[in-house]
C-alpha cells in the first residue's frame, strides 16, 4: 500500500476517471464490485463522483457530456508540472490534443490528447488535487498501460514529451516495456511497485510505475491502441464471479501473469479495465 497527497512524478500514471451514459448505475456497479464509496462534486462540475477507499481518492466517474455519442471508457491521466508546456510537446512530438488545457476550478489544470500510434490519456497538473491517494490495496488503482500498433512510435513519443525511460524484461516474442520515472519521492509500494536504477542514467533513482506493450498481431482491427487501467482486488476468481453476477461482461481470463492473477472486463456498460490479485 502507499498513501500519497503530494503531486506525483512528472510522467507517472497519476488519475483514472471513466466517462459513462448512466451515472447512478455505473456507480452502484462499482460500489458492488471495488467497495468504493464517492463523493460527489455537485451540478456546477456534472456530478463527477470522487471514487474513495478508505476515505482516499482512487478515482472517479463521469457522466458523458451533453451531445457527445462517446463509447464508455476509461482514461489515465500523466502526471506534468505544466499543462500548456506538454500540450505543445504533445503536438510537436505528432500527438494531437483532444481536448486544450483547461482550469478545473482549483482542483488543477487538464488536457486529453492522443499518442501518434492514436492512444488516448489525459495529462494533469496538480492543484488542490494531486490525484490518486491510495494504491495497490483493494479498489484501489494497481498499474497502467499503453498498448498499441506502433510500440517503437510509442516508446519515443512518451520519452521526448514525459522524459521516461523503459525495461524490457523479456517476454518472448511480445514487445513489451515498463515505464520508468524519477523516483525520488516514491517507494516500492507505490504503483508499480518497483525501483533502482533505471533508464534515467547511471546511478539515477528510478520508479516503475506502468507499462508499454504491442497489440498482439492477432487482436481484431477493431481495437483501438488505448491506455488500461488495473484495479487490485484480493481474489481475481471472486471478483470476476461477482461481476458477472453485477452484469459485466468478461473478456479473458482470469489467467496468471508475472505481475500475478488477473483478468479483462468491462462493466454493463462496456468500459474495459483489468482486476488483479497481487
Known amino acids: 500500500m502507499a498513501v ?16 459513462c451514459g448512466d451515472l447512478d448505475a455505473t456507480r452502484a456497479f462499482y460500489t458492488a464490485l471495488l467497495g468504493w464509496d464517492f463523493v460527489d462534486t ?16 482512487v478515482a ?21 508540472d505544466d499543462v ?12 494531437r490534443l483532444v481536448l486544450e488545457p483547461g482550469d478545473v476550478g482549483e482542483a488543477g489544470r487538464m488536457g486529453v490528447a492522443a ?40 516508446k519515443r513519443f512518451y520519452a521526448a514529451v514525459f522524459g521516461l525511460g523503459f525495461d524490457e524484461p523479456s517476454h518472448g516474442p511480445f514487445e ?3 515505464i520508468r520515472v524519477d523516483g525520488s519521492d516514491l517507494d516500492s509500494s507505490d504503483l508499480g511497485g ?27 482491427a477493431q481495437v483501438p491502441p488505448h491506455w488500461t487501467t488495473y484495479f487490485a482486488v484480493t481474489d481475481v476468481d471472486a471478483a470476476v464471479t461477482h461481476l458477472v453476477d453485477l452484469g459485466g461482461t468478461v473478456h479473458d ?19 474495459s479495465f483489468r482486476l488483479i490479485e497481487r
Open 253 to 271: 481470463g482470469p489467467v496468471d501473469s508475472p505481475r500475478g492473477r488477473l483478468a479483462a472486463v468491462a462493466d454493463p456498460g462496456g468500459g
Open 194 to 220: 518497483g525501483s533502482g536504477a533505471g533508464v534515467g542514467g547511471a546511478g539515477s533513482e528510478t520508479a516503475e510505475v506502468g507499462g508499454i506493450g504491442a497489440l498482439p498481431d492477432d487482436v481484431t
Open 115 to 154: 499518442d501518434p500510434t492514436g492512444a488516448v490519456f489525459g495529462i494533469w497538473q496538480a492543484g488542490r488535487t494531486t490525484g490518486v491517494q491510495i494504491t495497490n490495496v483493494p479498489g484501489a488503482l494497481a498499474w497502467n498501460e499503453c498498448v498499441t500498433r506502433d510500440y517503437t512510435a510509442a
Open 4 to 19: 500519497r497527497d503530494t503531486a506525483w512524478p512528472v510522467g507517472a500514471p497519476c488519475w483514472v476517471d471513466l466517462t
Open 84 to 95: 500548456d508546456a506538454t500540450a505543445e510537446a504533445i503536438t510537436a512530438e505528432g500527438g
Open 176 to 178: 513489451y516495456a515498463t
Open 60 to 80: 472517479a466517474i463521469g457522466p458523458t457530456p451533453p451531445g457527445m455519442a462517446a463509447p464508455q471508457s476509461w482514461t489515465t491521466y500523466l502526471a506534468t
Open 42 to 57: 455537485g451540478e456546477d462540475y456534472g456530478h463527477y463522483s470522487i471514487a474513495m477507499v478508505d476515505r482516499r481518492a
